[in-house]
């Protein structure tokens, strides 16, 4: 019978253990889509949710370039109680409301700062303000520049509401 170096079996745990998990990881580090990078960030659910409901996924996963002004769960918490439900009953509305947070285009924070508004998908004016930090529209922009394969997200405080 052959004897089997302790090399061998190394070499054969190594493959069998590390390589998948270092493919994972590879895989994981994958640019990613804004629907996939929303998804992966944790701090969106609400939004993800919106955006199922609305049947706005495929568009976000679409080819763009998009720049998402995207709230948190804590800026879809902070709305009026029964706002959230009624948006979510009217796909109508809700549509209207998170395509006012989508910009056609890739606008990076460098971008954004130097211009003065920005037109939405929904049609709407978004209008920048940098007296105090920056502003979009009311909302704070508390994280910028998270890109993605198709664009780009800026996260904001508060849900944005079409006038």
Known sequence: MKKISIYTIALVIAIVIV????YYMWLSNQPKDI???????????????????????????????FTVFAPTDDAFAALPEGVLDSLLANKTALIEVLTYHVVLGKFMAADVVTLGSLTTMQGGILTVDTTDGVEIDGANIVQTDIECTNGVIHVIDSVMMPK
């Open 19 to 22: 390589a998948p998990s270092g």
């Open 35 to 65: 629907v996939e990078t929303a998804i992966e960030a944790g701090s969106f659910t609400t939004l993800v949710t919106a955006l199922e409901a609305a049947d706005l996924v495929d568009t976000l996963k679409g080819e763009g370039p």
